[in-house]
């Protein structure tokens, strides 16, 4: 399975060269999983904010729509706090606990698996537990329920 970031770059230049892979990148993705496993597709997520630093996983994306509860009439923007606070290192336990209570998702932030990207803006591995019914076809994620899988979501940039 294909794991990496910009240090990896002639690497990246020459597997994109061979077809060894196909590469996309999920930067417009709001709310979204990459499962990670051999798919022979790797994805490219913008992270780090203004540091622009680019984390590639190979897997499998599902983008999801983030509950519009992230997002509500009171202007209360849980996406734009998290950035804000990654933005300034402050800490964001109590916005990821916001977040799990108002999301359609079961998930515990955790540690990244060992060899695989760290945890950083837009790219936060989760242990997934399920979902509340009716949310979605989220039938994919069955196989991988308290497995470690990577939440996508904006950075500040």
């Given amino acids: 399975m ?3 970031d910009d240090g990896d770059y002639q690497a990246i230049q020459r597997l994109k060269r061979d077809g060894t892979y196909a590469f996309a990148t999920c930067y417009d993705i709001d709310w979204g ?3 990670p496993c051999e798919s022979g597709v790797v994805f490219k997520q913008q992270t780090d904010g203004c540091c ?4 590639f996983l190979e897997g499998i994306l599902i983008p999801l729509h983030p509950p519009a509860e992230f997002r509500d009439d009171r202007r209360i923007d849980l996406f734009a706090e998290l950035q804000d606070a990654n933005y300034r290192g402050k800490p964001t336990r109590d916005i990821w606990a916001r977040i799990k209570k108002q999301s359609h998702i079961r998930f515990d932030c955790i540690e990244s698996p060992a060899e695989m990207p ?4 837009g790219f936060q591995w989760i242990r997934y537990h399920g979902h509340d019914d009716g949310y979605g076809q989220m039938f994919a994620l069955e196989g ?3 497995k470690p899988i990577v939440l996508i979501y904006p950075n500040s940039d």
Avoid at 52 to 55: E, K, P, T, W, Y
Avoid at 118 to 121: F, I, R, S
């Fill in 118 to 121: 760290p945890n950083q803006e």
């Fill in 2 to 4: 294909f794991v990496g």
């Fill in 33 to 35: 999983f990459i499962l």
């Fill in 52 to 55: 622009c630093h680019h984390v």
């Fill in 144 to 146: 991988w329920k308290n």
